[in-house]
């Protein structure tokens, strides 16, 4: 059977000491450490200064790691993972892949008590060609109930809301 090598980004990147959104990212010091949040000015709510900044991992800290796990070949670099997998089709690989993929980001869950995912980047072959994939999507669809009526009787009108405007201020 051919040889396939699904690719995938583990997410959030900030554990594998790297650029994390909006998060300071700093390396764990088992003495403790103090990190300052940003500074927010009272009246606006705005971000007026940057705090702690992060402190991303040097390029040879880098976790890398080559490992099997059963029929699976398993290449991880930083937060990039190889899954490597002999089956018929690309199709098949990347359903294996994935399962894979999914165990293995869960595991890092459970073992850091953060939610960690996995997406899927691409499929190619063992020569390093992309495979297209059937993929399915899935479409956000939420609904919200409603009673009108519940809702108006539910509002806390009257003196409860009184009591709670400063001294100063009025309702409207």
């Not at 509002?155 to 009184?162: A, F, K, Q």
Request: net charge negative; aromatic share 12%; glycine share 10%.
């Amino acid at each position: 059977m051919p040889l396939f090598i699904a690719r995938y980004r583990l997410y959030p990147p900030g554990p594998f000491g790297l650029p994390d959104g909006e998060r300071i990212v700093v390396p764990s010091d088992p003495a403790g450490r103090s990190v300052t949040a940003a500074t927010i000015h009272a009246g606006t709510g705005l971000r007026v200064g940057h705090g702690s900044l992060s402190e991303y991992r040097k390029s040879e800290e880098a976790i890398r790691a080559d490992f099997s796990d059963g029929g699976v070949r398993i290449s991880f670099e930083d937060n990039f993972l190889a899954v490597g997998v002999e089956a018929s089709d690309a199709k098949a690989a990347y359903d294996a892949a994935r399962a894979f993929a999914e165990l293995f980001a869960q595991a890092l869950s459970v073992q850091f008590g953060m939610r960690f995912g996995a997406e899927f980047l691409f499929v190619e072959d063992h020569e390093g060609l992309p495979q297209r994939v059937p993929k399915s999507y899935q479409v956000p669809f939420g609904a919200t109930w409603y009673n009108l009526a519940v809702t108006r009787d539910s509002v806390p009108l009257g003196d409860c809301c009184r009591r709670s405007v400063p001294k100063g201020y009025a309702l409207l």
